[in-house]
């Protein structure tokens, strides 16, 4: 399904040094290039290092259809596994929002769920958290990169770099939609669980009653809430999470991306997808709220929620999403980016200014 992006990621800005550059045919003997031929390692004009073809440990070429399997991959490790391993704390954040009486803060969350339910009663939901964020994961990542090579491609080198903001947050939006399809019916499960004392204990428990009670619009009355939860969020996961690598390496970090180890670059990656997640769980709280509420009630509109809430109401359990979200974020590019590590997937360095622009510049 990828093979029409293949020759759109051969061109695209973002894939250098990983690819190998194609000389024109019929250049004149002699007449210089700003790339190597085929085959062939030499400088680059304007750059301090050698273009590379495809790294010997590469895998798969960059923008291929395993280019792109592997990244899904990549995103269903990264996704699944962060979002079960926090199913406590997603939990009690969960009841905070659906019933601040009970719950009154993070702590007596911990303690009022433990004491009716016992240690076991943290771990409700986390089989639809599994397979929920585990699809979502593949399509989020995946879409990302087939997005992010097509769009640079439609507005060409010169404005891809110079829009590349945009390209993330076009790139995203577009591949949450995907996503949050995947995810909905998994995630209205979940919060039934985790939120109706007595409804169901299991996630094959659950996916009757709600059948039986609501039918199919049970699992997605919950989808356009959930897609303005997580479009804004994945936006500011992707597009922050770029800029702010781009500024590590240029600001912070002492040396150059090619001349740090990959165990330093995984840190980097660390720090920026932290910094990332505090951003995103502020912009996409309201929703996680409005969403909470929506699959706990039965009947209920997001518009009849957003009434009942109020502003502020909207604001609950804003602490413990950001330090969820903020070390999911972490964790998850962490997870993936190791993952294109271990598997041999090519991790092109952040964009650099083309020599064309470059040219443009010094002329003025």
């Given at each position: 399904m990828?093979?029409?992006?293949?020759?759109?990621a051969?061109?695209?800005?973002?894939?250098?040094?990983?690819?190998?550059?194609?000389?024109?045919?019929g250049?004149?003997?002699?007449?210089?290039?700003a790339?190597?031929?085929?085959?062939?390692?030499?400088?680059?004009?304007?750059?301090?290092i050698?273009?590379?073809?495809?790294?010997?440990?590469?895998?798969c070429?960059?923008?291929?259809?395993?280019?792109?399997?592997l990244?899904?991959?990549?995103?269903i490790?990264?996704?699944?596994?962060?979002?079960?391993f926090?199913?406590?704390?997603?939990?009690v954040?969960?009841?905070?929002?659906?019933d601040?009486?009970?719950?009154?803060?993070?702590?007596?969350?911990?303690?009022?769920?433990v004491?009716?339910?016992?240690?076991?009663?943290?771990?409700?939901?986390?089989?639809?958290t599994?397979?929920?964020?585990?699809?979502?994961?593949?399509?989020k990542f995946?879409?990302?990169e087939?997005?992010?090579?097509?769009?640079?491609d439609?507005?060409?080198?010169?404005?891809?770099?110079?829009?590349?903001?945009y390209?993330?947050?076009?790139a995203?939006?577009?591949?949450?939609?995907?996503?949050?399809?995947?995810?909905?019916p998994?995630?209205?499960a979940?919060?039934?669980?985790?939120?109706?004392?007595?409804?169901?204990?299991?996630?094959r428990?659950?996916?009757?009653?709600?059948?039986?009670?609501?039918?199919?619009?049970?699992?997605?009355?919950?989808?356009?809430?959930?897609?303005?939860?997580?479009?804004?969020?994945?936006?500011?996961?992707?597009?922050c999470?770029?800029r702010?690598?781009?500024?590590?390496?240029?600001?912070?970090v002492?040396?150059?991306?090619?001349?740090?180890?990959?165990?330093?670059?995984?840190?980097v990656?660390?720090?920026?997808?932290?910094?990332?997640?505090?951003?995103?769980?502020?912009?996409?709280?309201?929703?996680d709220?409005?969403?909470?509420?929506?699959?706990?009630?039965?009947?209920a509109?997001?518009?009849?929620?957003?009434?009942?809430l109020?502003?502020?109401?909207?604001?609950?359990?804003?602490?413990?999403?950001?330090?969820?979200?903020?070390?999911?974020?972490?964790?998850?590019?962490?997870?993936?980016?190791g993952?294109?590590?271990?598997?041999?997937?090519?991790r092109p360095?952040p964009?650099?200014?083309?020599?064309?622009?470059?040219?443009?510049?010094?002329n003025?």
């Open positions: 990828f093979s029409s992006f293949f020759q759109a051969k061109n695209s800005p973002f894939k250098t040094p990983f690819s190998q550059a194609q000389c024109d045919e250049k004149a003997v002699g007449q210089s290039s790339y190597p031929a085929v085959g062939q390692s030499g400088p680059v004009v304007g750059r301090e050698a273009a590379a073809a495809a790294a010997s440990t590469d895998s070429e960059f923008g291929s259809n395993k280019y792109f399997a990244c899904g991959i990549g995103g490790l990264s996704c699944g596994t962060t979002h079960t926090v199913v406590p704390l997603d939990l954040k969960c009841r905070l929002q659906v601040p009486a009970k719950y009154k803060n993070l702590v007596h969350g911990f303690k009022v769920t004491a009716e339910e016992g240690a076991v009663g943290l771990a409700k939901g986390w089989f639809p599994l397979i929920g964020y585990s699809l979502q994961g593949l399509c995946g879409f990302y087939v997005f992010k090579i097509k769009y640079a439609i507005l060409g080198e010169e404005n891809a770099y110079l829009y590349r903001t390209i993330y947050l076009a995203s939006a577009s591949a949450e939609v995907f996503a949050d399809i995947a995810l909905a998994f995630e209205a979940k919060v039934k669980i985790q939120t109706v004392p007595g409804y169901a204990n299991t996630f428990e659950a996916v009757p009653k709600m059948l039986s009670e609501e039918g199919i619009g049970a699992f997605y009355k919950g989808l356009v809430p959930l897609w303005m939860r997580q479009i804004p969020y994945t936006m500011m996961k992707f597009a999470f770029e702010t690598v781009e500024l590590l390496y240029k600001y912070v002492p040396k150059p991306r090619t001349e740090c180890s990959k165990g330093e670059q995984l840190i990656t660390f720090a920026a997808g932290y910094i990332a997640g505090v951003f995103c769980a502020v912009v996409s709280h309201p929703a709220v409005v969403v909470s509420k929506l699959n706990q009630s039965k009947g509109s997001a518009g009849s929620v957003v009434k009942s109020g502003f502020m109401g909207m604001w609950n359990g804003l602490t413990p999403r950001i330090i969820m979200i903020g070390t999911l974020t972490a964790l998850q590019w962490f997870i993936y980016d993952v294109k590590v271990a598997l041999g997937i090519p360095p964009p650099e200014m083309p020599a064309s622009l470059k040219a443009k510049e010094k003025k």
